[in-house]
């Protein structure tokens, strides 16, 4: 999947003044600094189209990139930044959470996992969260660069185990690193199809 042209349109406070184009939309959502800004510039081609920094907390309002003239990809603020205060927290749950909900055009969120650590607690929240309301989602593990040979199949299942402890089955997880580009056409197929089945039934 290539793509021909990838833009920012802008970043926006809340779901109520995003663009209302009508174009499909994935949300990546995540810890801050699990690597949603760096998945979007390598799945993008792009060096600096999303801000990626090494301190937390860095996207903070919900930024729109438009793939194609055709459909968006999505950069929501990090849950779980440790040192926002409890306002600030509340803030941005409330952000992410009236988007995830009120997005008609919303094909999926894009949940990413670090696949260095064991399932969060926080993470295992927000993913029950989802399921709750019927949001759709798949996984994706980050930062796959960093494990070991010998971490890598065993970090995963551990996390896949964890979530099989509270769900009866898995959405669609890919494995992916913003360094090495891992992953990188498995996803795309997966959000190419993803478009194809929105535009044949619409
Ligand atoms: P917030 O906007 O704060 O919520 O963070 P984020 O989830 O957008 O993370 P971001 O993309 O800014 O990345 C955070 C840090 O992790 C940066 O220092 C990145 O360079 C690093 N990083 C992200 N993805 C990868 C990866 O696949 N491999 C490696 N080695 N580092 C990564
Ligand atoms: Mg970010």
Redesign the pocket.
């Known amino acids: 999947m290539d793509f021909k042209s990838v833009s920012f349109v802008g970043s926006f406070p809340n779901e109520a003044k995003c663009p209302d184009s009508g174009w499909p939309e994935f949300a990546f959502i995540?810890?801050?600094?699990?690597?949603?800004?760096?998945?979007i510039n390598m799945l993008t081609n792009q060096k600096d189209l999303?801000?990626?920094?090494?301190?937390?907390?860095?996207?903070r309002q919900i930024n729109f990139f438009a793939i194609d003239e055709q459909w968006y990809l999505v950069?929501l603020?990090?849950y779980g930044?440790a040192v926002a205060s409890k306002k600030a927290k509340a803030n941005y749950e409330r952000i992410i959470e009236d988007y995830l909900l009120r997005r008609e055009k919303l094909m999926c969120a894009i949940v990413?996992l670090d696949s260095r650590h064991d399932l969060q607690a926080i993470d295992l929240e927000f993913i029950n969260w989802l399921g709750s309301n019927h949001v759709p989602f798949v996984i994706v593990f980050?930062?796959?660069?960093?494990l070991r040979k010998t971490e890598r199949e065993v970090n995963i299942d551990r996390i896949k185990a964890s979530l099989l402890e509270s769900w009866n089955s898995l959405p669609p997880c890919f494995i992916?690193?913003?360094?090495n580009r891992h992953g990188k056409e498995e996803f795309l197929q997966f959000i190419s199809e993803t478009l194809e089945n929105f535009y044949s039934h619409s």
Do not use: I, M, Q
């Open positions: 995540g810890r801050s600094n699990v690597g949603k800004s760096s998945l999303a801000k990626v920094s090494g301190t937390p907390g860095k996207t950069d603020p990090g930044y990413l980050t930062k796959y660069d960093k992916t690193s913003s360094k």
